[in-house]
């Protein structure tokens, strides 16, 4: 099997979760916005959680429910991020977002009916209770103050900060905002087996940083087809981005170390880690 | 022990629980906020799950997380209601609300990382991991697009409708927005021992709805510092309320009966049950 027809495969195995998921809620604009906002996306995190799993001898029909979970709670960080008191995007994976297309109040609910919907799915299937809990704690974790939301206020920082941020900072920000749920995904099969996640959690923050990477150089070089969402919006708000700092062959430079780094960690894995190490290639050229 | 003095412990015990889980966030404007949305409150949700576990043999060390959780629930249910596009509040528990106090992304983003924080909480202590699992997936389900935020959306139709709600709609719409959570704070204590559930939620189903008339008289007659938020909106907005179909006396009375019910629900438990059944005599006073 291609990569290509893997990653396909694995995105209509959460897919078809996902409508599983949805399928006895009741028919209001809610619910209308939550199958909107779950359609669609390359499903990264989805494809990590399953590859992550599978790695470590858990079968898909086992991890399914998990790799739906973190996509359905990416979802839910779409549709607030793009709320007109945040980033005010009016495009997201080629369609219009949520606040647009119905309103505000719908997209606040739209998004936090997902996040209960990404516990709710956590919990569910046949691994033991322990090891479901542990996903779910993790997980958690990850969206929390901690993790995901810790980037996003740093995001808001950013924007009034009177200096540009440094790489630090943009690193720091980035591993909450983007790398918190990229590390949770690539230690689900690691936390679904009870084994040490220490590798797989590595891995992730060099995969996670260089996806971000890729994504800032998407936003300055500008391909909205390619995107599905605004771009060139960074550098028209003066924001400091990996770009800014290291101009656009440095940043692939950086990405492509980061890489060389992610795919080292998958060292002591054989080739069943082979779909892993692809990934980390496709995720710099955005083709994930 | 007066049932005051037990109320003012409870809230203590889970005032405690909450400062616990904030203490390793970051210093920013986000966690801030979340203090600030976790402060205050008389805990009633918190009360009924300690409560519901003492009836069920579940010593209070080990439901107090459970119970922080869902008050950590709550809050972020308030902070997002409280948004401009939302209902539009300018104060809750006698505070500035938390958009009015920051801004409306800050308030998002709270409210996203305590609803986060207590799916954190209500996996953490030391029930079974199993126990943990139902209470978490049960959350899960109480808090999304088929409770909690079923209730919300039926809110946000009620506004937009050209009839006023009817009386079966408004319950039905009161059973998910106040209802929801109120259900899994009494069903918790069956929940965390693997009883059975069902005498427990028929309780909660009749508070919860009795907890919502009293509000709704509460908005109807107008002590703003009882409340501690604003009153006489729905009046003013012309909505549908169970004072605008039965009267301010009809209501009364219909929480009276409703009261009635949930003290028949504890008949056979013997006085252990005691502090539910004056909680149930303090929601209609709303003294709680």
């Known amino acids: 099997m291609t990569f290509e027809a893997k990653r396909d495969a694995h995105a209509a195995r959460i897919e078809a979760r996902l409508d599983e998921a949805m399928r006895d809620f009741p028919d209001n604009r809610i619910t209308a916005g939550m199958r909107h906002a779950l359609h669609g996306g390359k499903r990264l995190r989805g494809f990590l959680v399953l590859e992550s799993a599978a790695l470590h001898g858990v079968p898909a029909e086992d991890a399914v429910h998990a790799a739906a979970a973190i996509e359905a709670l990416h979802a839910y960080s779409l549709v ?14 080629g369609q219009p977002t949520v606040h647009v297309k119905w309103d505000e109040a719908t997209a606040v609910l739209v998004g936090d009916a997902l996040q209960a919907l990404a516990f709710e799915m956590v919990a569910s299937g046949g691994l033991p209770a322990e090891r479901r809990l542990d996903l779910s704690a993790a997980l958690a974790f990850e969206a929390g103050g901690r993790g995901l939301i810790r980037g996003q206020a740093m995001d808001i920082a950013a924007e009034t900060a009177t200096e540009p941020f440094t790489l630090d900072e943009i690193e720091s920000l980035q591993a909450g905002k983007t790398g ?17 996640s220490t590798t797989m959690c590595h891995f992730a923050r060099c995969l996670g940083l260089a996806f971000q990477i890729a994504d800032d150089i998407l936003d300055a070089t500008g391909d909205e087809v390619k995107a599905g969402k605004r771009v060139g919006k960074d550098a028209a708000a003066g924001k400091a981005t990996f770009v800014s700092h290291l101009g656009t062959d440095g940043a692939k430079d950086r990405a492509r170390a980061l890489v060389a780094e992610a795919l080292h960690m998958l060292a002591p ?10 990934a980390a290639r496709f995720v710099i050229s955005r083709e994930f």
């Not at 607030?80 to 994976?93: K, Q």
């Not at 894995?269 to 692809?278: F, S, V």
């Open 180 to 196: 918190a749920l990229i590390e949770w995904s690539c230690a689900a099969g690691p936390l679904m087996s009870g084994a040490d």
């Open 269 to 278: 894995y054989g080739p069943e880690a082979d779909a892993l190490r692809e």
């Open 80 to 93: 607030h991020d793009d709320l007109p008191c945040m980033d005010d995007d009016d495009l997201r994976r």
